[in-house]
């Protein structure tokens, strides 16, 4: 539920819940107009203020984001933010399932990038880190190696991919490829239009500073690759950047993931269930046509 102190502070009428996160968002009403209500967790999305400096940024190169509409409450678990809600709908499941969609996505956030990078933002969000520290950090491959221990098949797969993702990195210390904010989660469901139109950009919840590449993370999820191919229609990806896209990718999986493991592996406990990892077992095992003919990425799903 939305907090009741914040409904009377902003004189809301509650509505429904609109997504299933920590950091919730729910629909409200105040003198007729529609709303939304979202909750930023500390421990979640760190460093709030960031997400919502990158939004007005874009949105002052005219993209349609969220704007809020009160002084922001803070918590101290966190921050509660009140905005009006952008006109349009996503597309169907069906569209979303068309190469055209994808492809359109793919141009558009091609478009997005060029705006994220003349916003000038280059400080990083505190809390992120590049995928290259991510897969470098020293107590995850211990972590995952008692996972794999613990569950052969999953663990496996993910213990290789962390490893494939490592080296890679380690192969290529200083990546030349375009960095700026990116969105973090470029999804169908995140784009808005009305009559062909883009009337809202939402969720910046995981914006900050990296490889524009890394967009493609929760965009291209591993085998859209018609998003890929739209992308390379507006902006020609390097040669350095398309076999950066799998190991970004990869190391996009693992986010988080340390924590899990380790609340599990580390203080094993009756009451300590094994962490879910299927979503990134799922997108583990994602292969690419696209990128396997480009450059050979492919799963390592075995050895």
Not at 122 to 128: L, P
Not at 223 to 229: K, S
Request: net charge negative; proline share 8%.
């Amino acid at each position: 539920m939305i907090d009741p102190e914040v409904c009377a502070r902003w004189r809301l009428t509650p509505g429904p819940v609109l997504a299933d996160r920590v950091s919730g968002t729910w629909a409200a009403t105040r003198d007729g107009a529609e709303l939304i209500v979202k909750f930023f967790d500390d421990a979640t999305f760190p460093d709030w203020r960031y997400a919502l400096r990158v939004a007005a940024a874009v949105r002052s190169l005219g993209w349609p984001t969220p704007e809020p509409i009160e002084e922001p409450l803070t918590r101290p678990r966190g921050a509660w933010v009140l905005f009006r809600r952008l006109p349009g709908r996503s597309a169907s499941p069906a569209a979303q399932d068309q190469p055209a969609e994808r492809r359109a996505r793919g141009r558009l956030l091609a478009e997005f990038h060029a705006s994220a990078a003349a916003t000038g933002i280059g400080d990083q969000r505190g809390g992120f880190h590049a995928p290259a520290d991510v897969v470098a950090d020293p107590e995850l491959e211990p972590l995952l190696r008692r996972h794999e221990a613990a569950n052969p098949v999953q663990g496996g797969v993910l213990r290789r991919c962390h490893e494939a993702a490592a080296s890679w990195f380690t192969d290529h210390p200083d990546v030349e490829a375009p960095r700026s904010v990116i969105h973090g989660d470029f999804t169908p469901w995140n784009l808005l239009f009305n009559d062909g139109r883009l009337t809202g950009l939402l969720d910046f919840e995981a914006t900050h500073h990296t490889f524009q590449v890394a967009d493609f993370a929760l965009s291209w999820r591993g085998y859209q690759d018609d998003v890929l191919r739209g992308y390379d229609e507006v902006r020609a990806l390097s040669e350095v950047e398309w076999h950066l896209v799998q190991p970004t990718y990869w190391a996009w999986l693992f986010l988080g993931v340390k924590d899990a493991l380790a609340a599990h592996y580390r203080v094993p406990s009756l009451t300590s269930d094994a962490p879910n990892l299927e979503w990134q077992f799922t997108h583990a095992r994602r292969r690419s046509p696209l990128l396997a003919r480009r450059t050979g990425a492919v799963p390592p799903l075995s050895g």
